[in-house]
């Protein structure tokens, strides 16, 4: 290409800018304004639609999931996004919500939970936890029900703040009443089978 190949362009776009500009209707602004708008609208309504999709995609993720009662008796309980096992259940008829942990030798309770659940004096008692040391106690002759499931006689583990900041009606299910069943950990589920 030479220079007067470009010469030429240049001048052939100049001339067609300028013959644009007469020919410019005012129909023509306002139907591009009128588009310009529209496809503002489009973008919002669009950006409105993710939003609302990613806000119900969030609810069905963080909706609790809940456990399962089979025929033969089994507890199903599934695994929360958090990768944790919890399960609705009961404290001597107390409602609360159990986190599954078993590692814990003990049921344990917060002390709120245990004034509601009528869980008073007991033995003092340390207890060796992931966030150090704490000092509570340890009551007996509790009763523990999870979906339809009871044990009771158990003792249970009182004043222990689990998570720091932990709803009062939090507590964990410990190996003194995960061991009344047989216990079946997989992928997406825990099932504690009674045992005949």
Known sequence: ????????????????????????????????????RRGALGIVVFWLAVMGLLYLAMQRVAEPKRAQVTADGAIVIPRHADGHFRVSGAVNGEPVRFL????????????????????RGG?????????????????????????????????????????????DDEALLGQNFLQQFDLEIGRDRMVLRPRP
Request: no cysteine; charged share 25%; proline share 2%.
């Open 1 to 36: 290409m030479g220079l007067e190949d470009r010469d030429w362009w240049r001048e052939a776009q100049r001339r067609r800018r300028a013959a644009g500009a007469e020919d410019a209707r005012p129909a023509g602004g306002r139907r591009a304004g009128r588009t310009a």
């Open 100 to 119: 599954v942990d078993t590692g814990a030798s003990l049921v344990s309770v917060s002390d709120g939970l245990a004034l509601r659940a009528g869980l």
């Open 123 to 167: 033995e003092p008692a340390t207890f060796r936890t992931a966030n150090g040391t704490v000092a509570g106690t340890v009551v007996r002759g509790a009763t523990v029900a999870v979906r339809g499931a009871t044990v009771a006689n158990l003792r249970i583990g009182t004043g222990l703040d689990h998570g720091r900041g932990a709803a």
